[in-house]
């Protein structure tokens, strides 16, 4: 259905809206791994294109992590690579004939990504952002999270959650023992995360559960259908 698809199916799919999710390589304490961002983007982005009936693409998975810089495995990319990257990729989708794309963000680090959507955008809506904090803030209410997104901004309850519904696997036991409250980081821009936590975290992961990771993400699949139709498709679930 995703990136294991044919070119035969797509065809016979023929979704006018394809769906990136975009990634990071980075830095997430000692219970989750580097490529968390990467993994959650692509979780929500398969389970909304099921959803959906669209085309999802493989992930972008190294962004502009240059806050987790110092941590070990941490990889960044320019914020100008990856204007590039996004728009090469929308320039061969509308070749095949796929002109709306949806970016499906794991990493809040990615603020370039907002002015790419909006410049893109100047002539009528053509490039989504998903999600938005309104749609995480909606998503954390239903699946019961005992914390915002501020307060649990790295490594907690919102990307255990996920994980461990969809890929417990990839979750090390120590997250029972890995909160880190860092709430007031007013020049993270300056010293990076490095500056407010030295494991890494700041969340609480120990309030994580496989069910909070399901509520969470089937709050986010019934938010994507309102950006679907802001672009200008009705677009039913399949």
Not at 2 to 22: D, M
Not at 32 to 50: G, K, M, N, Y
Not at 71 to 78: E, K, L, M, N, W
Not at 114 to 131: K, T, Y
Request: with cysteine.
């Amino acid at each position: 259905m995703f990136a294991g698809a044919t070119a035969e199916e797509e065809a016979e799919r023929g979704a006018s809206v394809a769906v990136l999710p975009v990634g990071s390589f980075e830095q997430h304490g000692g219970h989750l791994p580097l490529a968390t961002d990467a993994i959650i983007a692509e979780t929500i982005s398969r389970r909304v294109a099921v959803d959906y009936g669209l085309f999802c693409l493989p992930p972008i998975t190294m962004s502009c992590s240059h806050e987790h810089e110092g941590f070990a495995g941490t990889v960044s990319i320019s914020a100008g690579t990856l204007i590039t990257m996004i728009g090469d990729i929308r320039a061969s989708l509308a070749r095949s004939g796929v002109h709306k794309l949806v970016m499906v963000n794991g990493h809040g680090g990615n603020y370039v990504l907002s002015n790419i959507a909006q410049e893109a955008n100047v002539n009528g809506p053509v490039l989504g952002l998903f999600p938005g904090s309104d749609d995480v803030d909606t998503a954390r209410r239903a699946a019961g999270m005992a914390t915002s997104a501020h307060e649990d901004m790295h490594g907690g309850e919102w990307e255990t959650s996920i994980l461990l519904h969809a890929h417990p696997e990839v979750v090390r036991p120590g997250y029972r023992d890995a909160d880190f409250d860092a709430s007031d980081r007013p020049y993270l821009h300056a010293v990076g995360m490095g500056g407010y936590t030295k494991s890494g975290i700041i969340g609480r992961p120990s309030l994580a559960t496989a069910d909070k990771g399901r509520l969470a993400l089937d709050s986010l699949s019934s938010s994507f259908g309102a950006l679907l139709r802001t672009l200008g498709l009705d677009v039913g679930r399949a």
